[in-house]
T-cell receptor
Framework: RKEVEQDPGPFNVPEGATVAFNCTYS??????FFWYRQDCRKEPKLLMS???SGNEDGRFTAQLNRASQYISLLIRDSKLSDSATYLC?????????????FGTGTRLLVSP | EAGVAQSPRYKIIEKRQSVAFWCNPI?????LYWYQQILGQGPKLLIQ????????DSQLPKDRFSAERLKGVDSTLKIQPAKLEDSAVYLC???????????????FGPGTRLTVL
């Protein structure tokens, strides 16, 4: 089983739609969770961290379910500029060293 | 603040040739990472440095890959000899420092796109 699993998509949605991505992780001792965004032929960039209580940043909401070991990202009112690959990222280590494990990414295409 | 710098941006070589990539992290960042990203996959960590020491190189194919970070600043990643399956984007990232129980943001460079023919 992969450490971090995501549906690769693509998810095709119209502008203004709400779309949600899920991600599962295998290591129950994982400490930190993130969503990164990667535009085509560009480097990954941190979109947001994921906290146990859930967190929101504008149109983006991230949630963590430790019991079921999954993370979600909700995008409301999708914009054309949201088209990208969204990488689910987990730090599986509890030693204090940061080792990020990336999922394969979920591709989002927002159309006019 | 300048970002993570990498060079070259593109490289095409034939199999069995050697290649080297260079990375200069964000100034003051103690931790440096090299990732390999194959098309359609997420980045995979190859090696992690804390200052000039190796923290994790468990996924580095040591028979052909090597990396160093002299003086704890910039770093080079070398492949010798290259195989077809090494075709990928090699990403360098840096973060400020490690603290127990805290994960600092990793900042990525633009990557080097390697094609092995």
């Amino acid at each position: 089983r992969k450490e971090v699993e995501q549906d690769p998509g693509p998810f095709n949605v119209p502008e203004g739609a709400t779309v949600a991505f899920n991600c599962t992780y295998s290591n129950s001792a994982s400490q930190s969770f993130f969503w990164y965004r990667q535009d085509c032929r560009k480097e990954p960039k941190l979109l947001m961290s994921v906290y146990s209580s859930g967190n929101e940043d504008g149109r983006f909401t991230a949630q963590l379910n430790r019991a079921s070991q999954y993370i979600s990202l909700l995008i409301r009112d999708s914009k054309l500029s949201d088209s990208a690959t969204y990488l689910c990222v987990v730090n599986p280590m509890n030693t204090g060293f940061q080792k990020l494990v990336f999922g394969t990414g979920t591709r989002l295409l927002v159309s006019p | 603040e300048a970002g993570v710098a990498q060079s070259p941006r593109y490289k095409i070589i034939e199999k069995r040739q050697s290649v080297a990539f260079w990375c200069n992290p964000i100034s003051g960042h103690a931790t440096l990472y090299w990732y390999q990203q194959i098309l359609g996959q997420g980045p995979k960590l190859l090696i992690q440095f804390q200052n000039n020491g190796v923290v994790d190189d468990s996924q580095l194919p040591k028979d052909r890959f090597s990396a160093e970070r002299l003086k704890g600043v910039d770093s080079t990643l070398k492949i010798q000899p290259a195989k077809l399956e090494d075709s990928a984007v090699y990403l360098c990232a840096s973060s400020s420092f490690e603290r127990s129980g805290h994960t600092d943001t990793q900042y990525f460079g633009p990557g080097t796109r390697l094609t092995v023919l």
